[in-house]
């Protein structure tokens, strides 16, 4: 058909004209590209003349003539240096003065570029001249001042790598002070950086970090001397304070950080009320990513700290000595604060962190009630009655077995044709007794131990000592009324429910200081008896109550259960007095302590070592250095010495317990390392590693991040003494903090075929939502207690995590860290722990005859609440502040990272406003939302003590109000 249209179409064309000029295919080319051509060359004319205004025609101009003189070309005699001078004032002045968006380069920097090479070579002219070996003044300061000109040029024209700008600004700065030498200072020396704009400053701040770092590579120049780097820091100085006065806080000390010289903030007169906040905040976010250096680490934390008692601030110099762990500051700061108010909240720090100091003078009795936590529990139970929630619960309020009735099967049914849930009914009430020690925790009543001690009686033999210990978690917190309910079990004529009563003491103690001191009266002298039940429960109710203090006392009563006679039958005894010295020695790197463990385990027979709760001696060393870094170098060398599969778990545990927190790149790369060979059997090392994964990077957010994607490349790759630590490093970094979808992949790790991955994903989800009523975790718990319904392990699991889920009615929480999630609290990630590592052998701890073991979370059990007080004065007593509540309206939110960002930008999203008291989550935080009252303290957490704002008009706030 085409071909067809074609022929059709040639036979119409109309007859050729015979004056027609025949014009071939070649010649239209031709003339088409001539003519592309000539209009291609008019619009590359035309363009010149349009795209410069008038304005910048005649700047171009200006530039251009000034250049020209400057230069003077033609040596022209009436071209004097002041002639010259003038025409480099004009320069100068345009360039300091122009202005342009951000996404543009300013006018006269752009009409300069091409002159660059000229004014380089100009200043290369002067330096070269004849009379460079004594210059005059005139030459010297034209010679200064282009080379100011040519930094500032170099800044967007130099190569990056040479320095240029730099350079140009050293050279101009020795021809300065050459004029001053010869007493003709130039005007032009002074205010010769911050005149030439914020991005200029910025770059040569970047030059100068480059130049310092390449002078002590290459020329081994000593940082410690300040003479090889004079005309560096001459600018630093300089460019410091310029920094701090126009709110870039954080490159000045970016700065002062590259040059080594970070104590210099501490010199400066700009530091002052406005901005010392935003500095000091800079300084303790970026020590967390200095773990690696621990003198960089230490130097900046104590700039911070010097800086904070500059500005008279203690409370918050506190918080960062504690972060240091600097006992010594504790009573110089108390020393120097003079406001009342101010010390009782630095107390009530000290309590919250489990410090164990006694203030010793005149207003002891005022401060060190605070400090020993002793109205913890008034506080907790008036708490809990202001937020409705006395009401006694019961294990089965907790189950809810009722909703489990699914698929047409009853539990009855069910029951008596599997006959599941009898055969194993003694684990079942043991379970019971956890969660009802759990969820009613610090209430002091329940429906199962509290009214009479029939209950004791349906558990068997450890059933019963876990019970009885029960009631010390039940009255936690509340000394006096404790001992009198638990007195009468201490009397009993079975040695198990003795045990539970001993162990019951301690944990009531836990965290409380009380004068009587009654843990250690009472438990001592069972610690010293035959029994060896009785000798089990006193050490580890001593560990839990004296938990960070470091007692000596204490330690003469343990020390002597870790040197007694060799055997294998008091390898137990032996290993939980380990455990109970490191809790109460936790990250103080005792040498005594330390030598005596270290000793036991070196003296240790085989069979000794092979004994499955050898590794809560290993556990109890490593927490002797939780959290100090390095100091535990020599002590891990002592522990490679021992010939037995135990030391590289022992070396692994105490490698990692001693970077907890710290984010430190290289040591998570080791632990990955020791993954990394495929092993199945001894393999308990790399379980500790994987562990110690979560450990190390649980206090910093990016190395969390990067931590959740390593372990999904573990479970994907490694073998299955690897992938069943996994539940539990992920439960590491989230404890008390039921993220969604961590939630999600401990939920679908808990239907694992290998039973101890799955009771430990269980457990996992307990611990990463315990204390808050999580509703989710709540459903998949139920889930699971029917789909393992026939699975007795399985089942405690389940019913230890959902205890743990609703502990103290939703208003506890495990996270070890607190003070807007800045410190570390030892004691109690010590004693999660202490719970994790029973998880790595559950067949042999927790689901054997040591499940009262989990009662050392009661060492990590904190009220996650908000309470403000008024003091009512100085003259106002610890009682005052445990009655004297103060309902007022605060915001609870997201807490929002807003380090280093301009402005006053808003710390919170997503809030919501409340009465006070309030329960905060783990990643919350609070805004007082009135101007009423001025909190004491900075972050608002526990009991935060108020004082009325002196410039608070009310009438302001009620028109405020009315026309809302």
């Known amino acids: 058909t085409q071909q067809l249209h074609i022929d059709t179409h040639l036979t119409t064309m109309p007859p050729k004209d015979k004056d027609a000029i025949a014009l071939s295919t070649d010649d239209v080319d031709k003339k088409e590209v001539d003519e592309a051509k000539s209009k291609g060359k008019n619009k590359k004319d035309e363009p010149q003349e349009d795209t410069l205004s008038e304005e910048d025609q005649e700047l171009k101009n200006r530039l251009e003539e000034c250049i020209q003189t400057l230069t003077n070309a033609n040596n022209e005699a009436e071209v004097t240096y002041g002639i010259r001078q003038k025409a480099l004032d004009i320069i100068v002045t345009e360039l300091r003065t122009a202005t342009s ?110 130049e310092y770092n390449q002078r002590v590579l290459e020329e081994s120049a000593d940082p410690d001397q300040d003479e090889p780097f004079k005309d560096l820091l001459g600018m630093v100085r300089v460019i410091v304070p310029f920094h701090l006065t126009h709110n870039a806080e954080a490159e000045a000390i970016d700065l002062l950080i590259e040059v080594q010289r970070l104590p210099t903030l501490l010199t400066l007169d700009t530091i002052d009320a406005e901005n010392y906040q935003r500095i000091c ?168 131990m509290t009214p009479d001690d029939q209950w004791l009686y349906k558990n068997r033999e450890h059933g019963m000592m876990s019970a009885a210990a029960s ?55 069972h610690v010293e008896g035959d029994s060896h039940i009785m000798k089990c429960a006193a050490c580890t109710g001593l560990g839990i109550a004296y938990a960070g203090t470091g007692r000596e006392d204490v330690m003469e009563v343990l020390t002597p259960v870790i040197e007694q006679a060799e055997g294998v039958n008091k390898m137990m005894e032996i290993s939980l007095a380990g455990l109970a010295l490191g809790l109460i020695y936790v990250g ?113 957010e990016v190395g969390a991040e990067m931590a959740l994607r390593s372990f999904d490349h573990l479970l994907h790759y490694c073998e299955l003494p690897i992938k069943r630590a996994v539940p539990l490093a992920l439960a590491v970094l989230h404890i008390s903090n039921p993220d969604f979808s961590v939630v999600d992949q401990l939920s679908r790790l808990s ?43 399985h089942v405690f699991c389940v019913r230890i995590a959902q205890g743990l889920l609703h502990m103290g009615k939703g208003l506890m929480t495990l996270h070890p860290y607190h003070s807007d999630r800045m410190l570390l609290n030892g004691p109690a990630l010590g004693a999660m722990l202490v719970v994790l590592h029973s998880c790595l052998d559950l067949k042999h701890t927790l689901l054997d005859k040591s499940h009262y073991l989990l009662y050392y979370v009661t060492c990590a059990m904190n009220p996650r609440m908000l309470i403000t007080v008024t003091a009512g004065g100085e003259d106002a007593t610890t009682e005052d502040l445990s009655t004297s509540w103060k309902p007022v ?76």
Not at 363 to 385: R, T
Not at 479 to 498: H, M, R, W
Request: charged share 25%.
């Open 751 to 793: 239907h694992d075929p290998d039973a101890e991955m799955a009771q430990n994903a269980i457990l996992g989800m307990g611990i990463i939502s315990a204390g808050t009523n999580n509703s989710r975790v709540a459903g998949l718990l139920r889930q699971l207690s029917e789909f393992y319904s026939k699975e007795a392990g």
């Open 101 to 210: 968006s951000m996404t543009s380069v300013p006018k006269p920097l752009k009409f300069l570029r091409p002159h660059y090479q000229v004014i380089k070579d100009l200043h290369t002219s002067i330096i070269s001249s004849p009379s460079e070996a004594d210059p005059d003044a005139e030459a010297l300061e034209l010679r200064a001042r282009l080379a100011d000109v040519l930094a500032v040029l170099a800044m967007t024209m130099g190569k990056h790598d040479e320095r240029e700008s730099l350079k140009f600004k050293l050279a101009g700065m020795k021809d300065y002070d050459a004029l001053a030498a010869k007493g003709k200072a130039s005007k032009h020396a002074e205010d010769n950086l911050g005149s030439w704009g914020h991005e200029f400053v910025r770059s040569l701040a970047g030059e100068i970090g480059q």
């Open 471 to 525: 009631l010390g978690s039940i009255l936690l917190w509340n000394v006096e009324e404790g001992l009198t309910q638990i007195d009468k079990f201490l009397y009993s004529t079975e040695d198990y429910v003795k045990a539970g009563a001993a162990l019951a003491v301690g944990i009531l103690s836990s965290g409380v200081r009380n004068e009587a001191d009654p843990a250690l009266a009472l438990l001592q002298e």
């Open 588 to 700: 103080k790197c005792d040498d005594m302590v330390g030598g005596t463990i270290v000793q036991r385990l070196m003296e240790a027979t085989e069979e000794e070592l092979n004994h499955s709760h050898a590794r809560y001696l290993c556990l109890g060393l490593a927490l002797l250095y939780l959290g100090q870094s390095e100091k535990a170098e020599a002590m891990l060398e002592a522990l490679k010495t021992i010939d037995h599969k135990i030391a590289k778990y022992a070396v692994v545990m105490l490698e990692t317990c001693a970077y907890a927190g710290s984010g430190n790149v290289l040591k998570v790369q080791e632990m990955m390392h020791q993954c990394a060979e495929h092993l199945t059997e001894d393999a308990e090392h790399q379980m500790a590693a994987v562990l110690g994964i979560g450990l190390i990077t649980m206090g910093e």
């Open 889 to 964: 309206t605060v915001r609870v939110g997201q807490a929002v990272e807003t380090v280093g960002q301009a402005g006053r930008p808003k710390r919170i999203t997503g809030f919501q406003t409340h009465q006070t008291p309030v329960l905060l989550g783990t990643t919350d935080r609070a805004e007082l939302g009135t101007e009423e009252f001025l909190p004491i303290s900075s972050v608002l957490e526990g009991i935060v003590i108020l004082k009325e704002n002196p410039d608070f008009e009310k009438d302001d706030e009620e028109a405020t109000e009315k026309k809302k």
């Open 281 to 448: 905040l800079y300084l303790i976010k970026t020590a967390d990513y200095m773990s690696s250096d621990p003198e960089d680490y230490a130097e900046m934390l104590d700039t911070a700290y010097q800086l904070y008692k500059k500005q008279d601030q203690y409370f918050d110099a506190l918080r960062v000595a504690l972060k240091m762990n600097r006992m010594e500051a504790i009573p110089e700061l108390l020393g120097e604060c003079t406001d009342v108010l101010v010390k009782k909240q630095m107390c009530l720090l000290l309590g919250r962190h489990r410090i164990h100091y006694e203030v010793e003078d005149d207003d002891d009795e005022e401060f060190n009630p605070l400090i020993g936590n002793e109205k913890l529990s008034e506080q907790f139970l008036k708490l809990a009655q202001d937020l409705d929630v006395m009401d006694v619960k019961t294990p089965e309020d907790i189950y809810k077995s009722h909703l489990a009735e699914t698929g047409g099967f009853s539990r009855r049914s069910r029951r008596e044709t599997s006959g599941g849930a009898q055969v194993d009914s003694a684990r079942a009430n043991l379970a019971s007794t956890f969660v009802n020690a759990f969820v009613n925790a610090g209430f002091g009543t329940d429906k199962l």
